[in-house]
């Protein structure tokens, strides 16, 4: 007997990757489990199974930062208890990061792709289902998106959940609507902008002597580097990241200052008199509007 749970959860984590850099994506997870029925009649009950994979993604993939532990690029190294460095060798867009060891997801992997992913993924479910469960199949997919998106990364450090941690992300399509119609190549040109950016906080921003970063990050200065430094509830957030990869906002980047930043960029493209509404998304179904 087989059980199927469509759209149970998205993963909304950033990976590396060693030409984009550190890329924020959404994933949609879809389920099959397969075995005998159980008292009930069931192979597993619905709602145990939807919060069952749904607890165990959240805390070991989603909203981490997803690292190939097989590039050679990746140096991890444990630091004070508790805590890592991790260093991506880039070149002149080296990253640098020190934060609590739950920040990241490190994935036996040359690459993040879809395919590794989702093999980290059943390694995690297939070890915590019920004995009656003998067969699991997983799908990680993106959504379909009609029309413009971006990938971006972030932290909340005033979030008191996972969406704190410095280096997490999503796909996000984005709408713009001048006069109420969708304008699309405004859309497009606002995706380029943000293609794989990271989106910083101008009040976390620091120096480069500030942090407690690797031997590795001795190199990098700060005119090719931005620095970001808080304190959450998990803990401290290091992070050294290209500039050129970077754009600093005044606000926080939750999705609603995000889509106000957006009115805010695009309005004065537009001719005297006309309206804009921006709808921006977090990722897979979620987001906020701002109207100018």
Known sequence: MNLF????????????????GVVGDSWILDVIMSGELN????????SRVKKQIKHLVDEYVDHRLLVPMKNSAIIHNATKPGYSTLDVMRGDKSIHLQCPDEAYCLIDAEAITIESITAHVYDILRDNLPSNVSGLEITLRHEKIDGAFYHYTHGLKKH?????????????????????NRDA????????????????????????????LSEH???????????????????????????????????????????????????????????????AYEGVGKGAMASR
């Open 5 to 20: 749970v469509r759209d149970l959860t998205v993963i909304d984590s950033s990976y590396i990757c060693e030409h984009r």
């Open 39 to 46: 008292e009930m009649s069931m192979v597993l009950d619905f």
């Open 160 to 180: 008191d959940g996972n969406c704190q941690r410095i280096a997490h992300g999503h796909r996000s399509p984005v709408e713009i609507l001048v006069d109420g």
């Open 185 to 212: 190549e405004r859309e497009e040109a606002f995706a380029k902008r943000w293609e794989d950016i990271y989106l910083g906080s101008k009040e976390d921003v620091t120096t480069l002597d500030t942090l407690n």
């Open 217 to 279: 990050a001795k190199a990098v200065t700060d005119e090719s580097h931005y620095a970001f430094r808080y304190t959450a509830p998990q803990g401290e957030f290091e992070l050294a990241i290209a500039k050129s990869e970077t754009e600093i906002l005044p606000t926080d980047t939750t999705v609603e200052l995000l889509a106000g930043y957006i009115a805010d960029q695009v309005k004065p493209s537009l001719n005297e008199g006309q309206s804009l509404q921006i709808v």
